[in-house]
């Protein structure tokens, strides 16, 4: 069983930055995948950006240039660096664990950009 846990939501005005945290536990070996989703109100949960054990990550398009997305791997942590962000950001962004086949999720941390 994987444990996720997230931090680094919050208010940030247009243009702003911010860097969300993912801390992973309870799992034996490396994980394979990690990554951030997103869901605004009303909208269906999309992949924001995502990074495999050996480095090779993917962004969704509306972000690409804008967030990027790092692991350390000795830590079982992925980082979600923001940058440039813009109203459309909004949401509550989880944390992604696939491990053995099974998706594991985190709580979710909110993510508010408004002047």
């Known amino acids: 069983q994987v444990q996720l846990v997230e931090s680094g939501g919050g208010l940030v005005q247009p243009g702003g930055s911010l860097r969300l945290s993912c801390a992973a536990s309870?799992?034996?070996?490396?994980?394979?995948?990690m990554g951030w989703y997103r869901q605004a109100p009303g909208k269906e949960r999309e992949l924001v950006a995502a990074?495999?054990?050996?480095?090779?990550?993917n962004y969704a398009d509306s972000v690409k240039g804008r967030f990027t997305i790092s692991r350390d791997n000795a830590k079982n942590t992925v980082y979600l660096q923001m940058n440039s962000l813009k109203p459309e950001d909004t949401a509550v962004y989880y944390c992604?664990?696939?491990?053995?086949?099974?998706?594991?999720w985190g709580k979710g941390t909110l993510v508010t950009v408004s002047s």
């Open positions: 309870g799992s034996r070996f490396s994980i394979n995948t």
């Open positions: 992604n664990a696939q491990y053995f086949g099974f998706n594991y």
């Open positions: 990074i495999t054990n050996g480095g090779s990550t």
